[in-house]
């Protein structure tokens, strides 16, 4: 597949945050987090127990390839190998569905992104609505690679 540039991003769909919900247990993220939520985070949570298809966005045509997570599993029987002779270099971002809190004007997502086996982060974001606009308030890393 021709034509990727350098900033260029491969974007999983179809990825629950079930799964990265382990990452954070134990305390850690209200730690990582002042403005930490149980109620924005089981919210995450549950939002994400099943994955949905998104379509692609227009504004991103030719800078952003969706992958399911079935076709990334299926690029991946032969390795990171396999991955770059069909992206090049091109990161993976993988990410949640949006949990909000009871007053709906904080949410929290997950997303990770890498490209190669030692070389990809994680991340907890809790963005915030101000004047009609989501804003990045804060975020924790928990892991890297």
Do not use: C
Request: hydrophobic share 35%.
């Amino acid at each position: 597949m021709g034509g990727y540039h350098r900033n260029h991003w491969v974007a999983i769909t179809g990825i629950s945050t079930q799964s990265f919900a382990s990452v954070s247990l134990g305390g850690s993220l209200k730690d990582k987090l002042s403005s930490f939520d149980s109620v924005m985070f089981d919210n995450m949570i549950k939002m994400n127990e099943k994955s949905i298809t998104i379509e692609s966005f227009k504004e991103l045509k030719n800078k952003v390839t969706y992958l399911s997570g079935k076709e990334l599993n299926l690029i991946f029987k032969g390795g990171w190998e396999n991955y770059y002779k069909i992206y090049k270099y091109q990161s993976i971002i993988s990410y949640s569905r949006p949990g909000f809190n009871a007053s709906k004007d904080k949410a929290m997502i997950y997303y990770s992104t890498t490209s190669g086996g030692l070389s990809g982060a994680g991340y907890f974001l809790i963005l915030e609505k101000v004047n009609g606009k989501w804003l990045q308030k804060e975020s924790a890393n928990v892991w890297i690679s």
